[in-house]
């Protein structure tokens, strides 16, 4: 179990946001789901701030119909990530499902964060 929790962990290695940090501590992890589990609450944290930033930025950049549309969306996006990301954790009813749910909670939130980064404001 422990070599499959870490192939489940590699993909997320083939984003640039993630790479340094995540694969030396993927590397140390050893395959063992609970290091791999903290290093991506790690990475998650980092990928959370970044996107709060990045979010922060374009509620600067808009106003009106824009602001508010744009905040519906990020609370509609999040409800959407969480359900998606829980369903996928949930899928074996095994300790895999918990970096399952983790992996994709970063993925999903750093692509989120480059969508946010990327808008044309």
């Avoid at 489940?8 to 694969?23: F, G, K, M, T």
């Avoid at 930033?53 to 549309?69: D, H, I, P, T």
Wanted: include cysteine.
């Amino acid at each position: 179990m422990p070599r499959l929790a870490t192939l489940l962990a590699l993909p997320l290695l083939s984003l640039p946001a993630y790479a340094d940090q995540l694969a030396t501590c993927l590397e140390e992890a050893r395959g063992v789901t609970a290091a791999i589990t903290s290093c991506l609450d790690a990475e998650l944290s980092r990928q959370d701030a970044r996107l709060n930033v990045s979010y922060q930025k374009a509620l600067g950049r808009v106003e009106g119909e824009s602001e508010s549309r744009l905040r519906n969306s990020q609370r509609q996006w999040t409800e959407y990530r969480d359900a998606g990301c829980d369903f996928i954790g949930s899928l074996t009813g095994g300790t895999v499902d918990s970096i399952r749910h983790l992996e994709c909670l970063v993925r999903e939130t750093s692509h989120r964060a480059n969508e946010l980064e990327a808008l044309p404001l």
